[in-house]
């Protein structure tokens, strides 16, 4: 196990699934992790759990709902007051939805927790990153970024004009990370910062199952279960580029099973990934 004492991580998204078992694992080495969740009740379960798996642990809670650019903004200040660096930030959280809803913010759910909070988040921490001796960003995406074949529609990014296939919005935000991932990779100096995407593996833990998809996932979901890798096994790569000395200096890659993968023709698209960048900004008022 690589020692991380004196290094700070946040997770998104820490209070369960694979977002708790990386928590776990990166405490576990040294490391002061921060939990980001929205759920108060369910992160300090996992906190209790984090503390009892590895005892002696540094592993806190504070609160941040990625469908609130407000709760962005406040997280973000407060982990700016509290440490003077943050060496890992891995942007786990996410949300698959049967039915079109809005955020606060006025944008389609989906697209703003899976990609506009964690593009909003890790601009703001970008300072705290770059203090770090060398700043890890990992974002979990998925092999279901595959199914946008067709690459992102930048005219419907919101998918108000069309007909609302939840899974497919899902599909294409998991696009929108791996994009992020690459354009922030040829962004940010590859000498302070890396920034790597994860494809955790087909893992059940609570996706799709506490009713975002209706009675129909929530059912598959336990049909596909003995299929499923733990969240543990899924952790694993998100660890692994969060704490390995083995990828120091790797960037812009897309990751399953600790390896380098080869994500969609869609994912490679380096005009795409710019132009969402850009777009990003201007939805989330990054300068």
């Not at 973000?76 to 913010?105: K, Q, S, W």
């Not at 007909?163 to 922030?184: D, H, I, M, P, S």
């Amino acid at each position: 196990m690589t020692d991380l004492s004196g290094q700070v991580a946040v997770i998104t998204g820490g209070n369960s699934g694979i977002g708790k078992e990386t928590a776990v694992e990166l405490a576990g080495m040294g490391a002061h992790v921060v939990i980001a969740a929205r759920n108060p009740t369910k992160a300090a379960a996992a906190v209790k759990e984090a503390k009892d798996r590895a005892p002696g642990a540094a592993v806190e809670h504070l609160p941040l709902d990625l469908a609130s650019f407000a709760s962005v903004r406040a997280f973000a200040g407060a982990i700016t007051e509290r440490f003077d660096h943050l060496d890992v930030l891995v942007n786990n959280a996410g949300v698959v939805l049967r039915r079109r809803t809005t955020t606060e913010d006025g944008h389609e759910t989906q697209l703003q927790v899976n990609h506009l909070g964690h593009f909003l988040l890790t601009n703001l921490l970008r300072e705290q990153v770059e203090r770090a001796p060398a700043g890890r960003v990992v974002n979990v995406s998925s092999t279901g970024h595959t199914y946008a074949r067709k690459g992102l529609d930048f005219d419907d990014l919101e998918w108000s004009r069309r007909w609302y296939q939840g899974f497919l919005v899902y599909c294409a935000t998991k696009l929108a990370n791996v994009l992020f991932t690459r354009e922030l990779a040829n962004r940010w100096p590859a000498t302070k910062v890396t920034a790597n995407a994860v494809h955790p593996g087909f893992v059940c833990s609570n996706f799709a199952r506490e009713g975002d998809m209706g009675a129909l996932g929530a059912v598959g979901m336990v049909l596909l279960r003995p299929f499923a890798l733990s969240s543990a096994a899924g952790a694993r790569t998100s660890v692994y580029l969060a704490s390995s000395p083995d990828v120091n200096g790797v960037t812009g890659q897309y990751f399953y099973k600790c390896r380098v993968a080869s994500p969609s023709k869609a994912a490679l698209d380096d005009e795409a990934a710019a132009r969402l960048w850009d777009v990003s900004a201007e939805l989330t008022g990054v300068n």
